[in-house]
């Protein structure tokens, strides 16, 4: 069988949940026994997020093959258990590149390079780039929203590809929003009716329609939309908003029979679906056993909560596996700089700090990583937050004061942490920094061993900078356990602390290999262990 592809677009606004709606589809999909690569195609012009604030576009999620990519990739990676990799995310700089690059090798024989058909079949390329005869359905979701002017290529890219693939081999699906006018007491099915028509002049006439909203629709809203949308009643799905969490909506895809009705349009036997797992996750998830935890994640860009969608979401898988309810107190790291770390952390059980670049706020992290020291309070570093762990400790228990890291303070007296060696001389900021899967050594005894069950341990990486091994010694002399380390031994990956309850800090981001089902080792001991501390 060759590979069927589905392809997912948005209208009237973003912030839909078109990524998760496709990372749903996709859960059902691998349940009822396909195979599936999951795929996004951004419009914007960067080559890739990397270098993109916080702020702008939320998390930059980091694949195992060292592509940082968009947050989407997160949903799909953790509703289906699937593996990303440099493949699943293209934008158009990276589009074009590849087309420039293409033209300067003489590639197109004299030819006038246009945007029809030579970026239109570089966007092509970059499809078939997740077919292959390891899969069976290909998800490509289309970033933006119909009517974009950058989405403009891509749409006409999947025209044609639908035309190429022919009948029963490839279904277009839109996800739209039908809002409540409160006002008016009334749902409104216009925008969804003009999002479509942008598709339908453009050669896409989508075949299953997705609306969000937020309450259920009347039998009236769903003729009108069949009627001027052009799809079967029976296509138009309603996608309410959950009640607890987002790992509901492929349930509430499931009742309306979604899976069933693409695998029709895509001509595919209807195998037996198998959610028992996930059934069993919700409940937990839904009804916790072992009552409330307290979680203080300390950050910079707190404001914008998709900056750290994969900690959230891994310290919610955590809490899934240690059965209690998450109850997580979001800090700005200046704020505890100016109001002290008591005054913001009372109540606590565990203490986040996230990763994260730049000087702003860092003297907070630290505040709140001390705090969390000196008081027996779990505690979990990450990448950044590891890093301010080892000045803490470095400035406050082995006396070097005014430790720090070269990245916030070039002239310290005591660079605890430091540039990597393959940094010096890097002056490019787009994708030039250690990225992706590195394996990792975990001493044996340590809580990260513990936690891992294992010694060898492989994770993603996202930084510039490192553990200073010239400072190895002193911060071991002090009580600091290096409890992971580069299998050649030269860099630091994990510290943790000796006759603390849990306190653990590593550089590199494992909230980006945790799912619902199958919780991060780390994420699951430190909310266990935070549990344990109340
Ligand atoms: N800014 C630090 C570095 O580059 C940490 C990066 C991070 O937290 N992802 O090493």
Redesign the pocket.
Same mark, same amino acid.
């Given at each position: 069988m060759s590979c069927k592809h589905i392809f997912v677009t948005g209208g009237v606004v973003s912030s839909l949940g078109k990524g998760l709606t496709a990372a749903a589809i996709g859960l059902l999909l691998k349940r009822r026994g396909y195979r599936i690569r999951m795929q996004k195609l951004d419009p914007y012009l960067n080559v890739d997020p990397g270098t993109m604030s916080p702020y702008q576009h939320g998390e930059v999620y980091v694949t195992e093959d060292g592509r940082e990519t968009d947050l989407d990739l997160g949903h799909y990676e953790r509703f289906t258990g699937i593996t990303c990799d440099q493949h699943s995310n293209y934008t158009t700089g990276r589009i074009y590149s590849n087309v420039i690059a293409r033209e300067r090798a003489g590639g197109y024989l004299g030819k006038t390079v246009q945007v029809i058909p030579h970026v239109t079949d570089e966007i092509k390329r970059a499809i078939r780039e997740i077919e292959d005869d390891q899969t069976d359905i290909a998800i490509t979701e289309i970033g933006g929203t119909a009517g974009d002017i950058e989405s403009q290529p891509y749409l006409e890219a999947i025209r044609q590809y639908h035309h190429e693939l022919g009948p029963g081999n490839s279904l277009f699906i839109h996800l739209t929003l039908v809002p409540y006018i409160r006002a008016a007491g009334e749902m409104k099915t216009k925008p969804s009716q003009q999002s479509v028509g942008i598709l339908r002049s453009i050669g896409i006439v989508p075949e299953l329609l997705i609306c969000r909203c937020e309450r259920p629709f009347a039998a009236e809203h769903r003729a009108k939309l069949a009627l001027f949308c052009g799809v079967r009643p029976e296509h138009v799905i309603e996608e309410c908003d959950v009640a607890n969490s987002i790992y509901e909506v492929p349930l509430d895809l499931m009742k309306q029979q979604v899976d069933e009705k693409i695998l029709k349009f895509l001509e595919l036997p209807v195998r037996e679906l198998d959610m028992a797992e996930w059934n069993t996750m919700l409940d937990r998830l839904i009804r916790p056993p072992n009552g409330e935890v307290v979680i203080a994640v300390v950050g910079k860009y707190i404001s914008q909560r998709d900056s750290y969608k994969s900690v959230y979401e891994a310290l919610a898988h955590g809490a899934v596996s240690a059965g209690v309810k998450l109850n997580i107190r979001m800090l700005e790291s200046e704020e505890i700089e100016q109001e002290g770390a008591a005054a913001k952390l009372k109540g606590v059980h565990g203490v986040l700090v996230? $990763? $994260?670049?730049?000087i702003r706020g860092v003297e907070g992290k630290i505040g709140a990583i001390r705090y969390a020291r000196e008081n027996g309070i779990p505690f979990f570093g990450?990448?950044? $937050?590891m890093?301010c762990a080892v000045i803490e400790f470095a400035r406050h228990v082995c006396g070097l004061e005014e430790a720090n890291?070269t990245?916030l303070a070039p002239g310290t007296p005591h660079p605890v942490i430091s540039l990597l060696d393959g940094q010096r001389g890097v002056t490019d900021m787009g994708g030039t920094?250690r990225l992706g899967a590195y394996p990792c050594c975990l001493t044996r005894g340590t809580k990260a061993a513990q936690a891992y069950g294992q010694e060898q341990i492989a994770e993603r990486h *996202? @930084? *510039?900078?490192?553990f200073n091994p010239a400072y190895r010694d002193v911060l071991e002399k002090g009580g600091l356990v290096v409890a992971g380390l580069s299998p050649d031994g030269k860099l630091v990956e994990v510290v943790e602390l000796k006759g603390h309850p849990w306190f653990v800090a590593c550089q590199y @981001?494992p909230e980006f290999k945790s799912t619902p089902v199958a919780a991060h080792p780390l994420f699951a001991a430190f909310v266990e262990a935070a549990a344990a501390a109340r």
């Open positions: 996230p $990763g $994260g670049f730049g990450i990448c950044l $937050g890093q890291s990245e920094m *996202r @930084h *510039r900078y490192e @981001h």
